[in-house]
């Protein structure tokens, strides 16, 4: 009898082990299929966006690898992403047309989830061969495509001779980069003169520190998808990484945050803030640590825009008094003209 009720006891906790290991995976199920909402810019401070770096390496087996990419955009999809980019010729050096089987593919996905795609692919264009990354809109529609430049020794595939391109989103304007692109700093100068908010850098490799200073150079964010290193405008990899699966990364990023040098700024820049307390915040500023004489602002309060209250108070962002100056200090130095 004794030994009766040790075995059902004994029975009874491997059922009862049973069911709260099945209730624990099926609640894990759900939660991994749980939608998140694209994020509502209007109703947050700045001008937010939320990004993902697919990291499924180079190349391989065509159908393998679109089979795991489209899982990974189904992933940023129900995870409210704005826009995704996968990795360079992602899906093996076959060449196709654009639009073709590829990025008709992505196209579902990008149309399904509204957001937009960045869809790298060895392209056949008439009798050339290009290493091309296809930007797919929010509707499925292609919006355009960058082909690279500096094309690594050996690829065997034709130059672009169209140059850097800038992207406009309906959260900011985007360039593309690829790979070995990293190497040559005047295609990085081009981007800043694009006055690009974001550039994403689809690459074979994780591309290490070069990034980080093309980012605070040029104060603009980076988003490799080599490592998925996430860069900030400050040059800093970011740290706040949502990771929802393996070798995808997410991070929500505020296009509207801007530096300002001192130069000129000083009296404005005060009254600014004495006139908006609780709506924006410095974020960084002139240091021991870090002897650059910038502010960078951030908006806090919902609805508040950091670019908007600058062009009120008449201050320029760094980028717009870097330029301004090079134009007019370069038009002097032909005229023969004193600074």
């Known amino acids: 009898m004794k030994r009766r009720i040790v075995r059902t006891f004994k029975g009874f906790s491997v059922c009862l082990i049973i069911v709260v290991l ?3 995976v099926f609640a ?3 939660k991994n299929t749980e939608i998140i909402p694209q994020l509502e810019r209007e109703k947050l401070p700045g001008r937010q966006v939320k990004v993902a770096a697919i990291c499924i390496g180079f190349g391989g087996e ?3 690898k679109l089979k795991m990419a489209i899982e990974h ?4 999809g129900k995870n409210g992403v704005d826009i995704a980019c996968l990795p360079e010729e992602f899906a093996g050096t076959k060449a196709e047309p654009v639009p073709g089987p590829t990025t008709d593919a992505v196209a579902k996905l990008a149309r399904q989830y509204n957001m937009y795609v960045i869809c790298p692919i060895r392209e056949q264009a008439g009798d050339k061969q290009y290493n091309t990354a296809v930007l797919i809109d929010r509707k499925g529609e292609i919006a355009g495509y960058y082909r690279k430049i500096f094309v690594f020794w050996g690829e065997g595939l034709h130059l672009s001779t169209e140059g850097v391109k800038a992207f406009d989103t309906d959260f900011g304007r985007i360039s593309i980069l690829t790979c070995f692109d990293l190497n040559y700093p005047e295609l990085w100068h081009q981007c800043d003169d694009l006055d690009v908010d974001m550039v994403f850098w689809p ?10 200073a093309f980012a605070i150079l040029y104060h603009y964010y980076i988003v490799p998808v080599g490592a998925g290193n996430i860069i900030d405008i400050t040059g800093k990899t970011f740290e706040k990484i949502e990771k929802p699966r393996q070798r995808q990364f997410i991070a929500t990023l505020d296009l509207d945050r801007a530096f300002a040098h001192h130069d000129f700024n000083r009296k404005k820049v005060e009254k600014m803030l004495a ?3 609780g709506e924006i915040k410095v974020e960084r500023n ?3 640590e870090d002897l650059a004489p910038w502010w960078l602002f951030k908006a806090v309060k919902p609805g508040v825009s950091v670019r908007e209250l600058l062009r009120k108070y008449n201050i320029e962002t760094l980028r717009e008094y870097q330029h301004r100056s090079r134009k007019q200090i370069n038009e002097a130095r032909k005229k023969g003209e004193r600074i």
């Open 286 to 288: 002139l240091s021991d």
């Open 73 to 76: 955009l189904h992933t940023a």
């Open 203 to 212: 690459s074979a490799y994780g591309g290490g520190s070069p990034l980080n």
């Open 22 to 24: 099945t209730g624990y």
């Open 275 to 277: 006139e908006h307390k």
């Open 62 to 64: 065509r159908d393998v």
């Open 28 to 30: 894990q199920e759900v």
